[in-house]
């Protein structure tokens, strides 16, 4: 019997990384032992107060990064992996991943602020180009990520202030390190750069507001993915 209160709702902000997490986190601690099967998506949706279309979202990650298996036909469903997949943690770099988190969320907040308010339409040329080979890369994470770094310090050069740039390319440095633990289905790259071509958009139309929230949905979505998915 799955407990409920592993399927309590969740934020609407975040709910297809928090969905992972919550599920992710589940597989992880043995709360959803191997060969366990999901209740059925309509009874998920209800209970996590989310629509069908971010839960399936949700589970496809979880398969394509080994943590669920689904199964067609009669007896089929979701199910969970008989071995969900591991790699050889560093422990120091495991101990400090919320450190890096938020080292990442007081630089990059502020970033995206600054970059709404100054960045010239040369800058934010070169990002759209980013987020569109990101597009390109779902499959490729090495080529996806060296993409992602490249916009993220582009964030912080379309701002002109050099002590940013260094202290997101540290940031970066870091979090490299932080999610080379874990698997990177094409699901969460897709969610992820999605919300780079909004943050281009924030920075076409001035709209600081917007892109200091936009940052912060991407930013805590990559620790709710972290969360669940970190051995």
């Known amino acids: 019997m799955i407990s409920e209160s592993l399927f309590a709702p969740v934020q ?86 919320r450190d890096a988190c938020d080292q990442r969320l007081a630089v990059e907040l502020g970033v995206a602020v600054l970059a709404a308010e100054r960045a010239e339409p040369e800058a934010i040329e070169r990002l759209d180009a980013l987020v569109a080979a990101m597009a390109r890369s779902f499959d490729n994470f090495d080529a996806y990520r060296m993409a992602d770094v490249r916009f993220h310090v582009g964030l912080a050069e379309a701002t002109g202030s050099p002590a940013l740039i260094a202290a997101t390319t540290e940031s970066q440095g870091a979090m490299t390190d932080v999610i080379s633990h874990i698997a990177h289905p094409p699901e969460v790259l897709a969610w992820s750069n999605a919300q780079h071509a909004r943050l281009v958009d924030c920075l076409e139309r001035r709209d600081q507001a917007l892109a200091l929230r936009i940052m912060a949905e991407h930013l805590r979505g990559t620790e709710h993915v972290l969360a669940g998915l970190l051995p």
């Open 12 to 97: 609407s902000t975040t709910a297809f990384e928090e969905t992972l997490e919550r599920l992710g986190t589940a597989i992880k601690l043995g709360l959803l032992e191997p060969g366990t099967r999901l209740p059925a998506e309509r009874e998920l949706c209800e209970q996590l107060g989310i629509a069908r279309s971010t839960l399936r979202q949700a589970l496809t990650a979880l398969v394509q990064s080994g943590h669920l298996h689904a199964m067609r036909g009669r007896g089929g469903g979701t199910f969970v992996a008989a071995a969900p997949p591991s790699a050889p943690p560093d422990p120091v770099i495991l101990a400090q991943w």
